[in-house]
């Protein structure tokens, strides 16, 4: 196990590292001057830009600017926006709001999706399993800023239930952004879970297990519904990462001070620091939760071992 981590650590080095250069060529690439930006429909004084471009290493080629980027970052220099702010007190404020809002969307997603997709498979073809496959349907196919506008509309302005826009002073405030965000994903895990469970009892251990006697609920909690969790844990894992950052849509409708809303900002002014910066951090939250999805396969499955 010791060098299967080590092992993997390893591989990650080359993944962050390419992702980050691929981030950083494609901000290079933008349209625009972030200079000339900062000053608006103005025209940016020469002099001011020439020792701007020259602070931020903005007149050096590419490979030098990526390299001074690197250089700061191995010693936790996350570098400055344009505006002389320090990228790591952004990304301090923003990550942590947008974390609490991801894992009330996770968890939303794990629970609701998994009882879900097991109830429909144990009662395929019944009433609630055409309910179930409707209602996964539905929440694939609604955008995301229709159904955030609806539930905003039923649960916020007419029954008055959650609010309907962050404060974080009103904990639950973040329960209807959690909802929105996890509903696509929801139903993606309880389809998943349906199609999994179904193909897991009709394998020929469960039914060995059947056949000697043992209780419905220890075949399926026991035997059945263990094995089919393995694809449901790679879904949860990889969609993490993708809940922190495609959370832009959400975070805009209920007015969350997130990273989604700073990364597109960023990304409009061409602040490479920031851009990178972050998307680094959401490398590191997909490496980190594809190595614990690996190490679950074992607690899974005990057949599975890692040398």
């Not at 001057?33 to 830009?49: E, F, T, V, W």
């Not at 649960?155 to 609010?163: A, D, I, Q, R, S």
């Not at 179904?198 to 263990?226: C, F, N, P, S, W």
Request: overall charge positive.
């Amino acid at each position: 196990m010791g060098r299967f981590l080590v092992r993997r650590l390893l591989q990650a080095i080359p993944v962050l590292l390419g992702a980050t250069f691929l981030i950083f060529c494609l901000v290079f690439a933008l349209p625009g001057d972030p200079i000339q930006m900062l000053a608006g429909d103005k025209r940016a004084d020469p002099n001011i830009s020439a020792l701007l471009r020259e602070q931020y290493h903005l007149n050096q080629p590419l490979y030098q600017q990526y390299l001074h980027y690197m250089g700061g970052l191995l010693t936790g220099d996350f570098g400055e926006t344009y505006t002389g702010r320090s990228v790591a007190d952004i990304m301090g404020e923003r990550f942590p709001v947008t974390l609490r809002l991801s894992l009330i969307a996770f968890a939303i997603e794990a629970v609701v999706g998994v009882l879900a997709g097991a109830a429909s498979a144990l009662g395929r073809g019944k009433f609630l399993d055409n309910i179930v496959l409707i209602s996964t349907l539905v929440l694939v196919s609604v955008p995301v800023f229709v159904l955030g506008s609806i539930l905003q509309l039923v649960l916020g302005v007419k029954w008055g239930v959650l609010p309907i826009s962050y404060d974080e002073e009103k904990p639950l405030s973040l329960l209807l952004p959690g909802i929105v965000l996890a509903a696509a994903s929801m139903a993606y895990v309880t389809r998943l879970t349906r199609t999994s469970l179904m193909e897991t009892l009709r394998a020929d251990y469960v039914r060995t297990a059947t056949a000697k006697g043992l209780r419905r609920g220890r075949v399926i909690g026991r035997h059945a519904m263990r094995n089919a969790l393995i694809p449901i844990v790679t879904f949860l894992g990889a969609d993490l990462g993708t809940l922190m950052g495609g959370a832009i849509i959400t975070e805009r409708l209920f007015n969350i001070p997130g990273v989604g809303g700073q990364l597109a900002q960023s990304v409009y002014l061409r602040e490479q620091p920031v851009v990178v910066g972050i998307v680094t951090c959401l490398i590191l939250v997909y490496i980190a939760a594809n190595l614990i999805v690996d190490l679950l396969y074992a607690v899974l499955d005990p057949r599975i071992r890692y040398a």
